[in-house]
Every structure is written in C-alpha cells, then in structure tokens.
C-alpha cells in the first residue's frame, strides 16, 4: 500500500428507496493512489460519492477521514480533506469565472477575509491548465459544457483537498481535453501526495490513469483492487452484464465491448 490512510470505510452499506446499493463496503484510499468507481448506471457510483463526502447518511457502518469520523467533523474541516466534483455542475449565483474558482478557497479563509494576492494567482494559473486563461471576467452562464467542466475541476484543485471525490471528471469533454484534464489530475496527485476517487465510464481512460478501482455491482456487492487485476474480461463482463473484449496495442491495453 502507498502512504497512510486517507478515508477508510467500516461494513458501509448504502440504502435508497429501499434498495440496497453499496452492501458491506470495506474500502481504504491511501495518500498517492488512484481510483476508479466502475458500474452500470443506477449501481449506486455517485450516491456513494456523496455519502463519503457527507452530503448523504449511511445505513449502517463508519466513515473516517485520517481515523477521525466523519459524522464528528465540522463541514469545513471536511472540506479541507474532500473536494466533491458534482455530475453536474450547476452554479446558484451568477458570477464570473475567476469569481467561481475563487470559491475554491472558501474553506481556507476565516469569516469575512478575502482572498490573497496568492490565491489569485494560483486561480490564474490554474484556468490557464484547463485551457480557460482570459476568460477571467466572462459570465458562467455563458460557457459551453465543456467549458463549464473544466471550470469544475479547476475549482475543486484550487481547493487543495488530500483527496478528490470527482463524479465523471472529463463529462462534456472533447478528445484532447480528457486526455489533458486525466493527466493534470494524475500530475496533481503525484505532486501534492493527494488522492483520487473518480466515478468513470471509459474503460481505457481507467486502464490508463487508475492503479485502483472500485467496482460496484447490481446486487450491491463490489470488488476492488489494483487496476491490472481486476480489469480482466470476464469481471468487467459481469459487471457490465454485457461481453467486454480486452486488446493490447504497442504495450497498451484497451477494452472494447461485442456489438
């Protein structure tokens, strides 16, 4: 295992509507790794998302950031340690770009400071890796998609938590964005000893830039471990509830599903 503990889960198990989604989870996220959530849609990947970051209650079982629980601590310090990414983001007020990244910082900052000249600069520098330098003054409501994703995640960086709870980070992007946002995540995480659990639905962009996944079945039950283990055919089969063919190119694997 890499680093100490960062969130670990006690025999979690997740209920809606009287359905059982998350069965008995055991999970340990430690500093430096990198992390799937894999299953079909409605398993239950982003409702987990959200109880670990205590957004949502727990039908039985402990969450703990560090050893500490997480119903014990206060919602900023969680916010020091988690940094949720929402499947889709939607902005309550109307701002600009730089106004909204800035939010970022809110969990640093003290009751009525402002943000430094530093943390203005690392919002610069920040909108420029996601391809948004000069867009500083422009309206939210006026971003494409994709823009607006890439205005996520620079908002959620500039936060700096230890790990990221990132739903479908490279939704809404192009080809060349997705490539450019996985590996700006992958470099912040090696960087800044950070860590990284990400609800995804391309395979090989998983293959690529996860070590660790969590899959999460139809019955509840999951399955995790090292990226090169369990992405095997007959898993990612019965995951899928659908055949997944496994193809290496040039030293690479990519995984492809039977029409």
């Given at each position: 295992?890499?680093?100490?503990?960062?969130?670990?889960?006690?025999?979690?198990?997740?209920?809606?509507?009287?359905?059982?989604?998350?069965?008995?989870?055991?999970?340990?996220?430690?500093?430096?790794?990198?992390?799937?959530?894999?299953?079909?849609?409605?398993?239950?990947?982003?409702?987990?998302?959200?109880?670990?970051?205590?957004?949502?209650?727990?039908?039985?079982?402990?969450?703990?950031?560090?050893?500490?629980?997480?119903?014990?601590?206060?919602?900023?310090?969680?916010?020091?340690?988690?940094?949720?990414?929402?499947?889709?983001?939607?902005?309550?007020?109307?701002?600009?770009?730089?106004?909204?990244?800035?939010?970022?910082?809110?969990?640093?900052?003290?009751?009525?400071?402002?943000?430094?000249?530093?943390?203005?600069?690392?919002?610069?520098?920040?909108?420029?890796?996601?391809?948004?330098?000069?867009?500083?003054?422009?309206?939210?409501?006026?971003?494409?998609?994709?823009?607006?994703?890439?205005?996520?995640?620079?908002?959620?960086?500039?936060?700096?938590?230890?790990?990221?709870?990132?739903?479908?980070?490279?939704?809404?992007?192009?080809?060349?964005?997705?490539?450019?946002?996985?590996?700006?995540?992958?470099?912040?995480?090696?960087?800044?000893?950070?860590?990284?659990?990400?609800?995804?639905?391309?395979?090989?962009?998983?293959?690529?830039?996860?070590?660790?996944?969590?899959?999460?079945?139809?019955?509840?039950?999951?399955?995790?471990?090292?990226?090169?283990?369990l992405l095997q055919e007959e898993i990612l089969s019965e995951l899928y509830q659908h055949q997944i063919r496994?193809?290496?190119?040039?030293?690479?694997?990519?995984?492809?599903?039977?029409?």
């Amino acid at each position: 295992m890499s680093g100490p503990s960062l969130l670990r889960c006690e025999n979690l198990c997740i209920d809606i509507g009287g359905r059982r989604l998350i069965d008995n989870l055991n999970l340990d996220i430690r500093h430096g790794q990198r992390w799937a959530v894999l299953g079909m849609n409605g398993a239950g990947k982003t409702t987990l998302l959200h109880t670990l970051a205590g957004l949502l209650p727990t039908q039985q079982g402990h969450i703990y950031i560090q050893d500490q629980a997480l119903e014990e601590m206060p919602r900023r310090a969680i916010a020091l340690k988690l940094g949720l990414l929402f499947q889709d983001q939607q902005e309550l007020f109307p701002g600009t770009v730089m106004e909204t990244v800035l939010t970022g910082r809110h969990p640093h900052l003290k009751a009525w400071q402002w943000e430094s000249a530093e943390d203005r600069n690392q919002a610069h520098q920040l909108l420029a890796r996601v391809d948004l330098a000069g867009y500083e003054h422009q309206q939210v409501t006026s971003l494409s998609g994709g823009e607006r994703r890439r205005l996520g995640l620079a908002t959620v960086l500039l936060q700096a938590p230890d790990l990221l709870l990132l739903d479908e980070p490279v939704n809404h992007l192009d080809l060349h964005h997705q490539q450019k946002m996985m590996q700006l995540l992958a470099t912040t995480v090696e960087q800044k000893n950070a860590s990284l659990l990400m609800v995804m639905h391309d395979l090989n962009l998983s293959a690529h830039y996860c070590d660790h996944v969590l899959m999460i079945f139809a019955d509840g039950k999951t399955r995790q471990g090292c990226t090169r283990e369990l992405l095997q055919e007959e898993i990612l089969s019965e995951l899928y509830q659908h055949q997944i063919r496994r193809l290496n190119h040039k030293g690479r694997t990519f995984f492809i599903s039977d029409a």
